[in-house]
């Protein structure tokens, strides 16, 4: 199945029919879902599983209300989230790892009352605490409860629905909700993010327009489903077009998780620079040498993981960019000619930019887009229920790029994450880079602090024991690079905080700089 062009009208569906047309396309009994129970499952119980459990879910929900889905990569989360779709249910996908007070402000952002969950996932996830602390006021329903009031008669009409679900399932506007995610919160607080049917749809035939893919592939799975990446990247992309997905619940066990990739000949690996980086030094010869490409995203790919892959399993890293607002995929490499190291590819079809110069940054500017993946709109805690839509549809994805003649997008960092020094914008994102290059087995956040005399200083946070600034200095004279770039301070740190997503924690990781500095001058 290689490239085919971009309709814009196979976007006019909603996610649980484009599931249906892909059980037509790819047939009944193909095997799609598979996670660590090693169990798999074809397309007709994939439907089967969402037509039975739908119902129960409706008896407990309203049409169009949105529910909380609190669950670990699974089969079992999977055939719930199809429940929910089929029946006109909103899943409200929550992150288990952000502690109960943001999903907290998730639930009242989105209005949902009730989250569903598993008892095998909480015990599992050590989350006894939270959901204790959750279920004072909100309504928790798990999965098990609902399977166990399952009766002869729910499976028999289930089994008659799934064969006739194309006339069962209620008719969904496209353009309504289709599922609500929340952004990670690496520089402040989640909000909640509205994505249509039709964007969701829209961003997986984006991307099938874009890099070729065939039925053979097998995709392997290990991020969060309530992450846009892990959720339409590595779950739904696969499962609508007919390649099988591997799910495993967590990206954080790399041993077990390379040697699964071996076990089922995944061919496309979805992960992040921190994970890979820790399969590939994890892998014995040979376990990860199926993988066709890996796709890489929500943070810049190391050179180091880049050649690590090549030289041990012959397997190129795809680099590529996405916003949650975006559904996410924006822009990425493809593993052919196409890919371009640095770079996080040319934008997909569909998607219109456009670039607004920042003073004090030369050759990029501050990207705006849209296209049919941009979401309806954020879902506010202080406006809770209000949907704000994108003013004309465009979205500031608040990263400076450059983007050449070819059409390749280079990421040069954050607008809030450069420091102005003298004058100048110093990104702090190239700071990160420079010190990874020096200290490439380590962790590193570059940070900025005002300073009276030049406006702001940079900190370097690292976890490497003794690391030095005269050290870090003469690599940067040896590379040329402007002392400018150069950390006023280098303070050392247990471990740099991430958030489940395997992102830095940008706010958690200022609270610990501003924690050490009061420290410091507390001793002093």
Same mark, same amino acid.
């Given at each position: 199945?290689?490239?085919? +062009?971009?309709?814009?009208?196979?976007?006019?569906?909603?996610?649980?029919?484009?599931?249906?047309?892909?059980?037509?396309?790819?047939?009944?009994?193909?095997?799609?879902?598979?996670?660590?129970?090693?169990?798999?499952?074809?397309?007709?119980?994939?439907?089967?599983?969402?037509?039975?459990?739908?119902?129960?879910?409706?008896?407990?929900?309203? +049409?169009?209300?949105?529910?909380?889905?609190?669950?670990?990569?699974?089969?079992?989360?999977?055939?719930?989230?199809? $429940?929910?779709?089929?029946?006109?249910r909103t899943p409200a996908m929550l992150n288990f790892t952000a502690g109960s007070r943001n999903i907290r402000a998730a639930c009242q952002a989105g209005q949902m009352k009730t989250i569903v969950t598993s008892k095998k996932f909480?015990?599992?996830?050590? &989350?006894?605490?939270?959901?204790?602390?959750?279920?004072?006021?909100?309504?928790?329903?798990?999965?098990?409860?609902?399977?166990?009031?399952?009766?002869?008669?729910?499976?028999?009409?289930?089994?008659?629905?799934?064969?006739?679900?194309?006339?069962?399932?209620?008719?969904?506007?496209?353009?309504? =909700?289709?599922?609500?995610?929340?952004?990670?919160?690496?520089?402040?607080?989640?909000?909640?993010?509205?994505?249509?049917?039709?964007?969701?749809?829209?961003?997986?035939?984006?991307?099938?327009?874009?890099?070729?893919?065939?039925?053979?592939? =097998?995709?392997?799975?290990?991020?969060?489903?309530?992450?846009?990446?892990?959720?339409?990247?590595?779950?739904?992309?696969?499962?609508?077009? $007919?390649?099988?997905?591997?799910?495993?619940?967590?990206?954080?066990r790399p041993k077990e998780i390379v040697k699964m990739v071996r076990e089922t000949r995944s061919t496309i690996l979805f992960a992040t620079d921190t994970f890979m980086n820790q399969y590939a030094r994890q892998a014995d010869d040979?376990?990860?040498?199926?993988?066709?490409?890996?796709?890489?995203?929500?943070?810049?790919?190391?050179?180091?993981?880049? *050649?690590?892959?090549?030289?041990?399993?012959?397997?190129?890293?795809?680099?590529?960019?996405?916003?949650?607002?975006?559904? +996410?995929?924006?822009?990425?490499?493809? +593993?052919?000619?196409?890919?371009?190291?640095?770079?996080?590819?040319?934008?997909?079809?569909?998607?219109?930019?456009? &670039?607004?110069?920042?003073?004090?940054?030369?050759?990029?500017?501050?990207?705006?887009?849209?296209?049919?993946?941009?979401?309806?709109?954020?879902?506010?805690?202080?406006?809770? $229920?209000?949907? *704000?839509?994108?003013?004309?549809?465009?979205?500031?994805?608040?990263?400076?790029?450059?983007?050449?003649?070819?059409?390749?997008?280079?990421?040069?960092?954050?607008?809030?994450?450069?420091?102005?020094? $003298?004058?100048?914008?110093?990104?702090?994102?190239?700071?990160?880079?420079?010190?990874?290059?020096?200290?490439?087995?380590?962790?590193?956040?570059?940070?900025?602090?005002?300073?009276?005399?030049k406006g702001e200083q940079v900190i370097l946070l690292t976890d490497r024991k003794e690391a030095s600034r005269p050290e870090l200095q003469a690599w940067y004279r040896e590379n040329g690079v402007a002392e400018l770039y150069l950390?006023?301070?280098?303070?050392?740190?247990?471990?740099?905080?991430?958030?489940?997503?395997?992102?830095?924690?940008?706010?958690?990781?200022?609270?610990?700089?501003?924690?050490? =500095?009061?420290?410091?001058?507390?001793?002093?």
């Amino acid at each position: 199945m290689p490239v085919r +062009p971009f309709d814009i009208a196979r976007t006019r569906r909603s996610i649980f029919e484009a599931l249906l047309d892909a059980r037509k396309r790819f047939g009944g009994k193909k095997e799609i879902l598979e996670d660590a129970d090693r169990a798999p499952i074809t397309y007709d119980k994939l439907i089967l599983g969402a037509m039975v459990l739908g119902r129960k879910l409706a008896a407990i929900s309203a +049409p169009g209300e949105r529910v909380g889905l609190m669950i670990a990569n699974s089969n079992g989360g999977m055939v719930a989230f199809f $429940g929910m779709l089929a029946f006109g249910r909103t899943p409200a996908m929550l992150n288990f790892t952000a502690g109960s007070r943001n999903i907290r402000a998730a639930c009242q952002a989105g209005q949902m009352k009730t989250i569903v969950t598993s008892k095998k996932f909480v015990l599992l996830a050590g &989350l006894q605490e939270l959901i204790a602390d959750l279920e004072t006021d909100l309504k928790i329903v798990y999965l098990e409860d609902l399977r166990d009031s399952l009766g002869g008669v729910d499976k028999v009409r289930g089994l008659l629905e799934a064969n006739l679900a194309g006339f069962i399932v209620p008719k969904i506007d496209p353009d309504s =909700i289709g599922v609500m995610l929340f952004t990670s919160g690496t520089e402040g607080a989640p909000k909640g993010v509205a994505l249509s049917h039709a964007n969701i749809v829209a961003n997986v035939e984006q991307v099938a327009g874009h890099v070729d893919l065939f039925t053979t592939d =097998i995709v392997f799975n290990p991020l969060p489903i309530f992450h846009s990446f892990g959720l339409t990247g590595g779950t739904l992309l696969p499962l609508l077009e $007919g390649m099988k997905c591997v799910l495993f619940p967590s990206p954080t066990r790399p041993k077990e998780i390379v040697k699964m990739v071996r076990e089922t000949r995944s061919t496309i690996l979805f992960a992040t620079d921190t994970f890979m980086n820790q399969y590939a030094r994890q892998a014995d010869d040979g376990d990860l040498s199926s993988l066709r490409f890996v796709v890489c995203g929500a943070e810049k790919v190391k050179d180091e993981t880049r *050649q690590m892959m090549l030289a041990r399993f012959d397997c190129p890293i795809v680099e590529g960019y996405g916003a949650t607002e975006a559904s +996410p995929v924006i822009a990425v490499n493809t +593993p052919d000619s196409g890919n371009r190291p640095g770079s996080v590819g040319r934008f997909v079809p569909g998607v219109e930019w456009k &670039l607004e110069s920042i003073p004090g940054i030369e050759g990029g500017g501050r990207l705006y887009v849209r296209g049919p993946n941009m979401m309806l709109g954020y879902a506010r805690v202080d406006t809770p $229920g209000e949907i *704000q839509p994108l003013p004309s549809g465009w979205h500031d994805t608040g990263d400076v790029v450059s983007i050449d003649k070819e059409g390749y997008v280079v990421i040069r960092g954050r607008v809030k994450r450069f420091a102005k020094i $003298g004058g100048e914008m110093v990104s702090l994102t190239a700071v990160e880079g420079y010190a990874t290059a020096q200290w490439p087995d380590n962790a590193h956040v570059a940070l900025a602090l005002n300073d009276p005399k030049k406006g702001e200083q940079v900190i370097l946070l690292t976890d490497r024991k003794e690391a030095s600034r005269p050290e870090l200095q003469a690599w940067y004279r040896e590379n040329g690079v402007a002392e400018l770039y150069l950390p006023r301070k280098i303070i050392e740190v247990d471990a740099i905080p991430v958030l489940g997503t395997g992102k830095t924690d940008y706010v958690s990781a200022q609270k610990m700089l501003e924690a050490k =500095i009061a420290e410091t001058a507390k001793a002093a």
